[in-house]
Structures are given as C-alpha cells and as structure tokens.
C-alpha cells in the first residue's frame, strides 16, 4: 500500500505558475507509476498527467506544453509544474499511484488503487 499526500495549491492569477508536490509513503514508490488527475465543481475528475516508474511522461491535450510531471524517486515524491495557467485550470487537484504492471502510461481514474487528499487551485481571471 502507498499513502499519499499532496500540497503546493494556492490561489495565482491567470498566467502564473504553481508547483504541486505528493509525497508518497513506503518502500516501493519506484514500482508505482504515479499520475495527477483535476476535478472542478460539478465535473467529473479528468485526467492531467502521468510517469512511468522509469521516467516517460504523458500529458492530457489541455495541459500539453504548459504542465510539468516530474518524480524523485530517492525521496519519494512527485512533482506537477503548472505555468501559464488559465482560468480554466482550476480545480482540486489529485495525486494518485498505481502498482506498474507492464504498461508505459495509465490515464483512467478507475486504473488507480490509491489516492491523495487533494489540493485546491484556484486561478483567477
């Protein structure tokens, strides 16, 4: 089991940057591919990010190009680099974990066991 803790959410002006961290529990983070997911108000969660236990990254289409997913695995943590975030970005952010099982990327909220609590993000037009 991994337990997960997120911080690093604020409120920021559109055009700005945040930089989200989740720290992970236990032994064994560098099996688990982790992935940041967002849920706004009466939406569902989406995904936005996630790396591989070796490092390959893949991005949703809205964050492309302005979203960073990074991990160090020495102390187990994963990192979300936001800039020029737009007003549309807002939303609970969620870290989350999934044991690797021999594919490269996972996208879908129900492939993920294991959650954070949330951190909110809030941008401002």
């Known amino acids: 089991q991994v337990q997960l803790v997120e911080s690093g959410g604020g409120l920021v002006q559109a055009g700005g940057s945040l930089r989200l961290s989740c720290a992970a529990s236990g032994r064994t983070f560098i099996s688990y591919n982790m992935g940041w997911f967002r849920q706004a108000p009466g939406k569902e969660r989406e995904f936005v990010a996630t790396?591989?236990?070796?490092?390959?990254?893949y991005y949703a289409d809205s964050v492309k190009g302005r979203f960073t997913i990074s991990r160090d695995n020495a102390k187990n943590t994963v990192f979300l680099q936001m800039n020029s975030l737009k007003y549309e970005d807002t939303a609970a952010y969620y870290c989350?974990?999934?044991?690797?099982?021999?594919?490269?990327?996972?996208?879908?909220?129900?492939?993920?066991?294991?959650w954070g609590q949330g951190t909110q993000v809030t941008v401002s037009s």
């Open positions: 989350a974990a999934v044991p690797y099982s021999g594919r490269t990327y996972y996208t879908s909220v129900s492939e993920y066991p294991y």
């Open positions: 790396i591989s236990w070796s490092g390959n990254t």
